[in-house]
Protein backbone atom coordinates (compact mmCIF):
# COMPACT_ATOMS: atom_id res chain seq x y z
CA UNK A 1 0.00 0.00 0.00
CA UNK A 2 1.17 3.63 -1.15
CA UNK A 3 0.00 6.68 0.35
CA UNK A 4 -0.05 9.98 -1.79
CA UNK A 5 -0.13 12.99 -0.23
CA UNK A 6 0.27 16.34 -2.56
CA UNK A 7 0.72 20.20 -1.45
CA UNK A 8 1.86 23.29 -3.19
CA UNK A 9 -1.48 23.92 -4.55
CA UNK A 10 -3.15 27.96 -4.13
CA UNK A 11 -4.30 30.60 -5.90
CA UNK A 12 -1.76 32.48 -8.29
CA UNK A 13 -1.77 34.78 -11.63
CA UNK A 14 -2.07 34.22 -15.13
CA UNK A 15 1.68 34.36 -16.20
CA UNK A 16 2.84 33.15 -12.45
CA UNK A 17 4.37 29.92 -11.17
CA UNK A 18 3.30 27.00 -8.76
CA UNK A 19 5.54 23.78 -7.34
CA UNK A 20 3.30 20.82 -6.22
CA UNK A 21 4.85 18.07 -4.76
CA UNK A 22 4.04 14.75 -3.83
CA UNK A 23 5.50 12.63 -0.83
CA UNK A 24 5.19 8.62 -0.54
CA UNK A 25 4.56 6.75 2.06
CA UNK A 26 4.57 2.59 2.69
CA UNK A 27 6.36 0.83 0.05
CA UNK A 28 9.40 1.58 -2.34
CA UNK A 29 8.78 4.85 -3.67
CA UNK A 30 11.85 4.34 -5.76
CA UNK A 31 10.33 1.54 -7.84
CA UNK A 32 6.98 3.53 -8.50
CA UNK A 33 6.09 5.25 -11.48
CA UNK A 34 4.41 8.54 -10.88
CA UNK A 35 1.76 10.83 -12.39
CA UNK A 36 -0.02 13.99 -12.27
CA UNK A 37 -3.24 14.75 -13.00
CA UNK A 38 -6.08 17.41 -12.84
CA UNK A 39 -9.81 17.34 -12.65
CA UNK A 40 -12.87 20.11 -12.91
CA UNK A 41 -16.05 20.09 -12.00
CA UNK A 42 -17.83 18.11 -14.56
CA UNK A 43 -14.78 16.71 -16.83
CA UNK A 44 -12.76 13.10 -16.35
CA UNK A 45 -9.25 13.20 -15.06
CA UNK A 46 -7.11 14.49 -17.03
CA UNK A 47 -3.25 13.25 -17.85
CA UNK A 48 -1.16 16.54 -17.07
CA UNK A 49 2.71 14.66 -16.74
CA UNK A 50 4.29 11.45 -15.61
CA UNK A 51 7.50 10.34 -15.09
CA UNK A 52 9.34 6.49 -14.98
CA UNK A 53 10.72 4.99 -11.42
CA UNK A 54 14.25 5.94 -13.12
CA UNK A 55 13.40 9.61 -13.18
CA UNK A 56 14.82 9.08 -17.28
CA UNK A 57 11.91 9.17 -18.94
CA UNK A 58 9.15 12.04 -19.02
CA UNK A 59 5.64 12.43 -20.62
CA UNK A 60 3.52 15.64 -20.89
CA UNK A 61 0.37 16.24 -22.10
CA UNK A 62 0.54 18.25 -25.38
CA UNK A 63 -1.29 21.46 -23.49
CA UNK A 64 1.52 21.75 -20.62
CA UNK A 65 4.77 21.08 -22.85
CA UNK A 66 7.06 23.73 -22.32
CA UNK A 67 5.37 24.96 -19.02
CA UNK A 68 5.72 22.36 -16.66
CA UNK A 69 8.28 20.01 -15.61
CA UNK A 70 8.22 16.61 -13.47
CA UNK A 71 10.90 15.78 -11.59
CA UNK A 72 11.07 13.14 -8.75
CA UNK A 73 13.70 12.40 -5.67
CA UNK A 74 14.05 9.50 -4.44
CA UNK A 75 15.67 10.24 -1.60
CA UNK A 76 12.93 12.01 -0.11
CA UNK A 77 10.02 9.22 -1.81
CA UNK A 78 8.70 13.00 -3.76
CA UNK A 79 7.85 13.87 -6.74
CA UNK A 80 7.20 17.45 -7.95
CA UNK A 81 5.58 19.24 -10.93
CA UNK A 82 6.63 22.58 -11.55
CA UNK A 83 4.29 24.92 -13.36
CA UNK A 84 5.12 27.75 -15.33
CA UNK A 85 2.85 30.38 -17.29
CA UNK A 86 -0.14 29.32 -15.90
CA UNK A 87 -3.27 29.69 -17.66
CA UNK A 88 -6.63 29.68 -16.49
CA UNK A 89 -7.51 26.88 -18.38
CA UNK A 90 -5.01 25.09 -15.79
CA UNK A 91 -6.98 25.48 -12.80
CA UNK A 92 -8.05 22.46 -11.24
CA UNK A 93 -7.21 19.92 -8.47
CA UNK A 94 -4.43 18.78 -9.08
CA UNK A 95 -3.73 14.11 -8.24
CA UNK A 96 -0.85 12.51 -7.82
CA UNK A 97 -0.78 8.70 -8.69
CA UNK A 98 1.43 6.01 -8.37
CA UNK A 99 2.23 2.57 -10.16
CA UNK A 100 4.06 -0.40 -9.15
CA UNK A 101 5.63 -2.63 -11.11
CA UNK A 102 6.94 -0.94 -13.74
CA UNK A 103 9.64 -1.08 -16.09
CA UNK A 104 12.40 1.70 -15.35
CA UNK A 105 12.15 3.93 -18.13
CA UNK A 106 8.70 3.46 -18.96
CA UNK A 107 6.35 6.31 -18.08
CA UNK A 108 2.00 5.62 -18.18
CA UNK A 109 -0.58 8.38 -19.45
CA UNK A 110 -3.35 6.76 -18.41
CA UNK A 111 -5.12 6.86 -15.19
CA UNK A 112 -6.36 3.62 -15.21
CA UNK A 113 -2.49 2.75 -15.37
CA UNK A 114 -1.98 3.89 -11.90
CA UNK A 115 -3.02 2.07 -8.54
CA UNK A 116 -2.86 4.95 -5.62
CA UNK A 117 -4.02 7.86 -5.33
CA UNK A 118 -3.33 11.00 -3.58
CA UNK A 119 -6.54 13.31 -2.42
CA UNK A 120 -6.14 15.97 -4.49
CA UNK A 121 -4.45 19.68 -4.26
CA UNK A 122 -6.36 22.61 -5.75
CA UNK A 123 -4.86 25.30 -8.40
CA UNK A 124 -6.65 28.29 -9.03
CA UNK A 125 -5.66 30.57 -11.84
CA UNK A 126 -6.73 34.05 -11.16
CA UNK A 127 -6.76 36.66 -14.35
Known amino acids: QVQLVESGGGLVQVGGSLRLSCVAS????????MGWFRQVPGKEREFVAS????????NFADSVKGRFTISRDNAKNTVYLQMNSLKPEDAAVYYC????????????????????WGQGTQVTVSS
Open 97 to 116: AARGGSISFLTYSSAGAYEY
Open 26 to 33: GRTFSRYA
Open 51 to 58: ISWSGGST
